[in-house]
């Protein structure tokens, strides 16, 4: 019997995520947008992409990293919506740790903030 992971992290409100139903939360919402699809990732975890770029990938349903350009990945750091990614902190990439329920919407908005970013005049509603 294959039982499910549980996070290390214990939310605000008490309540244990469970990291595989944190990882379907996301990919079920992303793989409902226009074009987008997913892969393993190469160095681990699962990818997703739009109009063959990469979005972001996540390392099961405990964090994600994602490239931003430069700018925009300061902003985010600055103002702690994301880390410096945890293999290459100078680079574009952030890297968003998952220790609670709220953390699932806000990183689905960093996805999106790809998504419309990468897709070009395709807004999410």
């Not at 947008?33 to 990938?57: A, C, L």
């Not at 902003?75 to 990614?85: N, S, T, Y």
Request: with cysteine; charged share 25%.
């Amino acid at each position: 019997m294959c039982r499910p992971r549980i996070l290390m992290t214990v939310s605000t409100l008490g309540k244990m995520l469970v990291e595989d139903e944190v990882f379907e939360k996301v990919k079920t919402e992303l793989m409902s947008w226009p074009e987008v699809t997913s892969q393993p990732h190469r160095f681990g975890g699962t990818e997703f992409r739009v109009n063959g770029r990469e979005m972001g990938h996540m390392h099961g349903g405990r964090f994600a990293d994602l490239p931003f350009p430069m700018s925009i990945r300061n902003e985010l750091v600055k103002d702690g919506g994301a880390l410096p990614h945890h293999v290459l902190p100078t680079s574009g990439w952030v890297t968003f740790l998952i220790n609670e329920e709220a953390d699932i919407t806000s990183l689905i908005n960093l996805f999106r903030m790809q998504y419309e970013r990468l897709s070009g005049s395709r807004k999410l509603t």
